[in-house]
Structures are given as C-alpha cells and as structure tokens.
C-alpha cells in the first residue's frame, strides 16, 4: 500500500486503527505496511495532526496484478492524498490541484 500526501500537513496512516506511518507534506511512501501488514481487510485512515480524519479507504481483497489495485484520491482544500494498493499509483504529482472544502484540514 501506498500513500501519496500532497498537502500541507503532516499526515499519520493507520491500518484497521493501529498508526502506521507519519507522511510528511509533500511526500510519496510506496510501502507504508510492507512489514507489519495486518491481514485484510482493512481500514486505511489518514488522519491530520489534531487527529482529524480526511480520508479512509475500505480494502478487502489483495491486489494481485493491475486489474485488482485499489486507488483512490481524496481532495481537500490543503491538498491532495491518494491511498492506493497493488501496482497502480499515482500518475501525477502528489501536488496536483484540488479544490476541496473551507474548513476540511483544519482542526
């Protein structure tokens, strides 16, 4: 599993409740879990440094080729996540626009 974390804010990664990596602005990490992968299915959450969530990702089966990667993007008024497994990640810069709504990275 990856996250890329095209906003502002320091965001922490958690896998079915337990925090599993810090992403820092502007960051991509391509194996957030690849040691210490619970078995699925899981909850992915990023969460901001308050602790407020702004965005989860439900992955239930394992991605055995490109056909079965799950991806997703999460546009907030700070900037972009995307949370993705398998071998689809993001084809963009993690810092791609994203309109969002006032308020959404706050605390």
């Keep these: 599993m990856g996250v890329a974390n095209g906003t502002t804010l320091t965001v922490t990664v958690s896998v079915n409740g337990q925090p599993v990596e810090d992403v820092p602005p502007g960051a991509t990490v391509p194996d957030v879990v690849a040691q210490a992968a619970p078995s699925l299915p899981w909850t992915v959450e990023a969460r901001s440094p308050s602790g407020r969530l702004l965005a989860t990702l439900y ?25 993705w497994t398998g071998k689809v990640g993001p084809s963009g810069p993690a810092t ?7 308020g959404d990275c706050g605390p």
Excluded: E
Aim: hydrophobic residues 35%.
């Design 96 to 102: 791609a626009p994203s309109p969002g709504m006032p």
């Design 59 to 83: 992955v239930g089966t394992p991605a055995v080729s490109d056909a079965g990667s799950t991806r997703a993007d999460f546009d907030l008024s700070c900037g972009r996540i995307t949370i």
